[in-house]
């Protein structure tokens, strides 16, 4: 058996190229991705399942202009980038 044939690695191989996937979203649409996956994941855990779409980098400049998204970070302990802030 090769490396490549051991559940474990496989998972972690998937899980690595999830993470490379949403990193090359955010650039491909020009969004700061450390700030980004900050974001997502501090508004994750309360987001509704059927608006899990508008979390997807292609969707996430828009998400950013609804009062739901901003009052989600706003409430947050955690302080945003200063770049990464919605004008």
Same mark, same amino acid.
């Given at each position: 058996?090769?490396?490549?044939?051991?559940?474990?690695?496989?998972?972690?191989?998937?899980r690595?190229?999830?993470?490379?996937?949403?990193?090359? =979203?955010?650039?491909?649409?020009?969004?700061?991705?450390? /700030?980004?996956? *900050?974001?997502?994941?501090i508004?994750? $855990?309360?987001? !509704?399942?059927?608006?899990?779409?508008?979390?997807?980098?292609? =969707?996430?400049?828009?998400?950013?202009?609804?009062?739901? /998204?901003?009052? *989600?970070?706003?409430?947050?302990?955690? $302080?945003?980038? !200063?770049?990464?802030?919605?004008?």
């Amino acid at each position: 058996m090769n490396f490549t044939e051991s559940p474990r690695i496989a998972a972690i191989i998937n899980r690595n190229a999830t993470i490379v996937s949403l990193i090359a =979203s955010c650039a491909l649409h020009g969004i700061e991705p450390w /700030a980004y996956l *900050r974001d997502v994941l501090i508004m994750l $855990p309360t987001w !509704p399942p059927e608006r899990v779409i508008e979390l997807a980098p292609k =969707s996430w400049k828009q998400t950013l202009e609804n009062a739901d /998204a901003r009052q *989600r970070l706003a409430a947050s302990p955690w $302080p945003r980038a !200063p770049d990464a802030t919605p004008s």
